[in-house]
């Protein structure tokens, strides 16, 4: 991937009110640039060669060529742009085939602007993500793509942040956490924040249900 420190992004999606909203979460997001939106494969192939993107963001089904074919097109002509599926499907054979034709992200169209980071986070560090209820349902049927390796939404908090969602979900206080630990409570109330910082959240019940959500608590 490009090492430029602003990473530029195209976004192709029949769907305008969708990309307009993508369009509004990018502008408050650092490091990415859209510098391209297209409605049709068609259009978007057109301007490629002029308007080569580090991170492209693409719908499987668009009218005429769909996801899957036009990834393969791009990444045959230039190998290191990053493909991420953002989509409505999540019928696993085509999370299976985009990431057979070299996608590096799938994320559904009803994930969290938080996870939406966590995505170009990954581009960043040309990691492979996908969305927590997709990552789950390939774990339920045991599902390889590729033998990638997956960023896992474990992976998006510490180890003693995980624990401390631990003992959230237990109802415990910031103080009866901190003698377990053998932590302060300040330390505690810091690690809480960046939980939720990282979760979009801010409140303790709401961080809690969020970590069920993602899986991280059973």
């Known amino acids: 991937m490009s090492a430029k420190a602003i990473l530029q992004v195209t976004i192709v999606d029949d769907h305008k009110i969708f990309t307009e909203g993508l369009k ?4 408050h997001i650092r490091g990415f640039k859209i510098i391209g ?3 049709s494969g068609e259009s978007f ?19 005429g060529l769909n996801g899957v074919d036009i990834t393969k097109r ?3 002509m230039y190998p290191k742009i990053r493909v991420v ?4 499907c999540d019928e696993l054979h085509m999370v299976q085939e985009i990431f057979k034709a070299g996608a590096k992200g799938y ?9 939406l980071k966590w995505a170009l ?14 990552a789950k349902k390939l774990e339920k049927h045991d599902i390889d793509i590729n033998n990638l390796k997956v960023i896992s939404i474990k992976d998006q ?12 979900g237990a109802n415990k206080t910031n103080k009866e956490i901190a003698e377990v630990l053998d932590l302060s409570e300040r330390t505690i109330e810091n690690e809480k924040k960046r939980i939720g910082e990282r979760m979009g959240v801010s409140k303790s019940a709401a961080m809690v249900a969020k970590a069920y959500d993602l899986g991280l608590l059973p």
């Not at 192939?45 to 009218?63: A, G, K, Q, T, Y």
Request: glycine share 2%; charged share 20%.
């Open 24 to 27: 509004l979460i990018f502008s």
């Open 45 to 63: 192939m057109l301007e490629l060669s002029s308007n080569i993107p580090d991170v492209l963001f693409i719908d499987l089904r668009l009218p």
């Open 37 to 39: 939106i297209y409605h």
């Open 157 to 168: 908090f510490s180890k003693r942040q995980r624990t401390i969602l631990q003992f959230m």
């Open 121 to 134: 986070e990954s581009m960043k560090r040309d990691t492979v993500f996908v969305s927590p209820d997709i």
């Open 85 to 88: 599926a953002v989509t409505m």
């Open 107 to 115: 994320i559904t169209k009803g994930s969290s602007t938080q996870e």
């Open 74 to 76: 791009v990444l045959s």
